[in-house]
């Protein structure tokens, strides 16, 4: 799972071709690192259909307030560079992620 942070998230998310889930989180998001390791499990579960990342909004905020991050945690698949659908806060949970993965595969 690929670490992005505010000089990263652009070119790796935004300039991107092809499906990414970005999960936003936060080292004081207890929800967020409780969370944590079921996208690492997702990320390898389909590595190879489709990348994955992850943002500290916490050294970033500028990023996520332009990508409309409102609540965390946040899971987002962005499809050529523009979000196409998010999960955050108590929606957030392993089996609508994976759902939510699957519809872009």
């Known amino acids: 799972m690929l670490a992005l942070d505010k000089k990263t998230f652009e ?11 970005v999960d936003f989180w936060s080292e004081s998001c ?7 390791p079921t996208v690492v499990e997702l990320s390898e579960k389909y590595a190879d259909q489709l990348k994955f990342a992850k943002l500290d909004t916490s050294k970033a905020r500028r990023v996520a307030i332009k990508q409309k991050v409102l609540g965390l945690p946040t899971i987002a698949i962005y499809k050529d560079g523009e979000k196409v659908e998010e999960l955050t806060k108590d929606d957030a ?3 609508n992620i994976e759902e939510m993965i699957k519809k872009y595969l």
């Open 11 to 21: 070119e790796e998310v935004l300039n991107s071709t092809g499906c990414m889930l």
């Open 30 to 36: 207890e929800p967020c690192k409780a969370l944590m």
């Open 93 to 95: 949970t392993a089996e």
